[in-house]
């Protein structure tokens, strides 16, 4: 087993655990605010955050971006002078720009917020301005952590904020005072509260940083060179953005009078679909240092590194694609409410489309570790034109099922585009038995829809059951009872797919002996790991 096989498992478990509680944790917030805030209080919260987010984006020069590809980039090749320099001016001018822009939010709060066309939204705007300035002192140290691989320190820094956020909010109920601007304090203390420890880790990191190479560098062409990129990456970030954005804003458009019962039908469905890309995120998270830090110089390790990771990415989601398709109008029906449960269609079409887009996430970090900015370019703003005007021709006669074809067949395109780009620029194939994942998700499909059939009174029973009662615990604990059904019905479905795997010998020796070092850490029994490398491998399977 190689060292970068050990750092994706590792990296990839510690993404997902972390991603996994801030979802758990954002769920439980949702209730809460929803049970102790007013809903005009909660609209003008989140409005100033999306005001302030879509800032964030373009505020610090793409700084962040930058600081992604370049730490790991520089320590792999031992430029430790470049990376001091990097690490100072991010903090330096990352901070400097977010906190300028934070005092012009503040003292032009009023005027945002008319533009807005939401003059109730200032208060907010002014109490959430600084926000910026911490989540940018936040977001680079958690860069540095990911791009020296410190996977579940950045983890846990990734997780913290959220769970002081909760712990704060607990403490507003209690005090019986939940308004926007106070939301708003508890969410820069959130941040404020972990950047002081983060800082100070990462200047331990710094300080024991050993300049080795004596060699002189311009550091004004470098800070160009960072600056460029990060200006590059904000551009494609703003075209993801409009991508993200057209759909729904061509149902407002082209469905008049229903139109928002139409979005929120979609938003709801594409919105669950959304889970599917928890782990291929987890996987991302250090794709990319692992990329950036291979580089050109080592085609073979980035090969094996990609192969893996879409790999382990297909072998995660198709069990979840399997149950958005099968159980979609179950799905919305348990988790929103009956008036939701005609999006399922669009639940299960964007299921397969966000289930293409996560098999080419590797493939896009590729480029970008590798410095290809403007293939990206040409590859994402294809797929915003092949958008908009597949959106154009579809909503008017197919309406929100349309938009989620749209996005299904505008996703696939950009794959086979970014597949073709990763094969001519490296000269190298996609290789491992990617039938054999297919093959056994037919499979499964196939029976979970069958036994779907056969215990469908059951399963209807199910989503319906619920405890009666008003009360805060009934609330709360109605919404955990949905999601152990769901995680009850996932896992059903995961063991179903992977005893197939097994059966058909998908699982190579590097992936069983990651299996085995992972029990041994989790203090399993050597008779017990045994048993399970015996059942991996398959040798008990009749030839």
């Known amino acids: 087993m190689t060292d970068e096989h050990k750092t994706i498992a590792k990296g990839a478990f510690w993404s997902f655990l972390a991603q996994f509680g801030i979802k758990l944790i954002a769920f439980v917030y949702l209730i809460l605010l929803a049970r102790f805030a007013k809903p005009e209080q909660i609209g003008v919260y989140y409005l100033a955050l999306s005001i302030l987010g879509i800032l964030y984006i373009v505020t610090d020069l793409g700084l962040l971006y930058a600081n992604n590809r370049y730490v790991p980039y520089l320590y792999a090749r031992k430029e430790i ?129 050993e300049v080795q190479d004596t060699k002189q560098f311009n550091k004004i062409e470098f800070g160009k060179e960072v600056i460029w990129f990060g200006l590059v990456s904000i551009l494609l970030s703003l075209v993801t953005v409009v991508v993200e954005s057209t759909d729904k804003i061509l149902i407002g458009y082209f469905l008049g009078e229903n139109a928002l019962n139409d979005i929120a039908t979609y938003t709801f469905g594409v919105g669950l679909a959304g889970l599917l890309l928890v782990f291929p995120v987890a996987i991302g998270t250090i794709f990319f240092p692992l990329a950036s830090e291979a580089g050109f110089e080592d085609k073979e390790k980035l090969k094996r590194i990609t192969d893996l990771s879409i790999k382990w990415i297909a072998m995660a989601c198709i069990p979840m694609v399997i149950v958005f398709v ?98 001519k620029i490296l000269q190298v194939k996609i290789e491992f038995n990617f039938w054999k994942l297919f093959l056994a998700g037919l499979i499964v499909l196939v029976l979970v829809w069958g036994l779907k059939m056969v215990f469908k009174p059951t399963v209807d029973q199910i989503v319906q059951a619920s405890f009666s009662g008003d009360s805060l615990a009934i609330l709360i604990l109605n919404k955990l009872i949905k999601i152990v059904v769901f995680s009850l019905l996932f896992s059903i479905v995961l063991l179903i797919y992977f005893a197939v795997l097994i059966l058909i010998k998908t699982f190579d020796r590097t992936e069983i002996d990651i299996v085995e070092g992972g029990l041994r850490r989790l203090g399993f029994s050597k008779d017990l790991i045994d048993k399970a490398v015996y059942i991996f491998e398959g040798k008990w399977i009749i030839r």
């Open 81 to 209: 002078k470049k990376l001091k320099f990097l690490i100072k001016f991010s903090y330096i001018t990352g901070g400097f720009l977010t906190f300028a822009t934070s005092i012009v939010v503040f003292i032009l709060s009023k005027e945002i917020a008319n533009l807005a066309g939401q003059p109730l939204v200032e208060p907010a705007l002014k109490v959430l301005a600084f926000w910026l300035f911490f989540q940018e002192i936040y977001d680079i140290s958690k860069g540095i952590l990911l791009g020296k691989k410190m996977i579940k320190e950045a983890q846990v820094l990734e997780f913290s904020p959220h769970i002081v956020k909760l712990i704060l909010l607990g403490i507003l109920i209690w005090l019986q005072t939940v308004d926007a601007e106070i939301l708003g304090i508890t969410y820069i203390l959130s941040f404020l509260i972990v950047c002081i420890p983060a800082v100070y880790y990462v200047s331990k990191i710094y300080g024991r940083l």
């Open 326 to 423: 099968i159980f979609s109008s179950e799905l919305l029906r348990l988790l929103y409410g009956q008036i939701y449960e005609k999006g399922a269609l669009v639940l299960s079409i964007f299921s397969l489309a966000l289930f293409v887009r996560a098999l080419t996430m590797p493939l896009n970090s590729t480029m970008a570790a590798l410095g290809k900015l403007d293939i990206q370019m040409r590859i994402i703003s294809l797929l915003a034109v092949v958008n908009i005007v597949l959106n154009i021709m579809m909503i008017p006669r197919f309406g929100i099922i349309g938009a989620a074809i749209a996005s299904l067949i505008a996703l696939s395109i950009s794959t086979v585009l970014f597949v073709y780009y990763y094969k």
